[in-house]
């Protein structure tokens, strides 16, 4: 794997074929806030920055790649750890043994990887997806950035692009219950927010405790939080901490677990994998579903 420079660009090149997929990974319901552009291209923002991403062929070098408004530097320092492209998934996963179920679900999921995402926003997000579909959940962050964040732009091939930052602590804590319920369109779960919230202002010690706490010690500090069960702080190990042994089971992973394995499936395993098959087990019932 390579970081090349082009005019105004740079372009990570020599993934092994189909081992990524910008399209499935930014849209397999990990991540809230990646919006595709009329031209193919991805928008998000990570790190306080606007990223664009877009994946082909790139004439310059004639390889598949990803092409990013990011410099090298910080396509070397942040855009390759976020998308995980250090790990090989296809030659991990080809260690599993597998049914004819498990061969299905990899072949129709091959491509995503599990993103290293914000702690703080991967706490609120998936704090808001409990009883909540995931147009409301994107709603609802879009609220709270665009109300919160401090406004970003960018030029990406002669389109300004805006965005928003995600707010820290400081600003998240000076919502009321009214500005969460009425302003950012929380319902129920606007409780749940402030309390959080004032919790990690009054202790900021928990996001460095749970960023260095083990898989099991970190599903102890979350699950004490109102609002956050387990399949909750699994989601949040998984999608913030990169705990990839997590294995949420929501509605629709239990009615895979069920129907294709009679109710009992030890996702155990898969080891350090077992994150990636929940996901591709997610994905393969969604693309059913479509």
Known sequence: MKVVKLAGFSCITDIPDKELSIDKTLNCGQAF??????????????????????????????KNG???????????NILIPYLDL??????????????DFEKQCCECGLGIHILRQDLLEIMITFLMSQFNSMRNIRL????????????????WVGQEVTDYSFPNIEKLSTLTYRDCYDVC????????FVEMIQTLKEHPEILDKLKNASYNEAMKILTNFDGIGVKVANCICLFALHHTEAFPIDVHI?????????GNLDFKKYGDMAGVMQQYMYYYQAFKMR
């Open 86 to 99: 250090d790990t090989n998934y296809q030659e991990k996963l080809s260690k599993i043994q597998m049914n």
């Open 66 to 76: 990803i092409i990013t408004n990011l410099n090298e530097e910080d396509t070397k």
């Open 254 to 262: 239990k009615r895979i677990i069920d129907e294709h394995f009679d």
């Open 185 to 192: 369109r929380m319902g129920l779960r606007s409780q749940y």
């Open 140 to 155: 609802i962050i879009k609220h709270i950035c665009e109300n919160y964040g401090n406004k970003l732009t960018v030029n």
């Open 33 to 62: 806030r990646w919006n595709k552009l009329n031209n193919g291209s991805w928008e998000g923002v990570i790190n306080g920055k606007i990223v664009m991403l877009t994946q082909g062929v790139v004439e310059e070098t004639n």
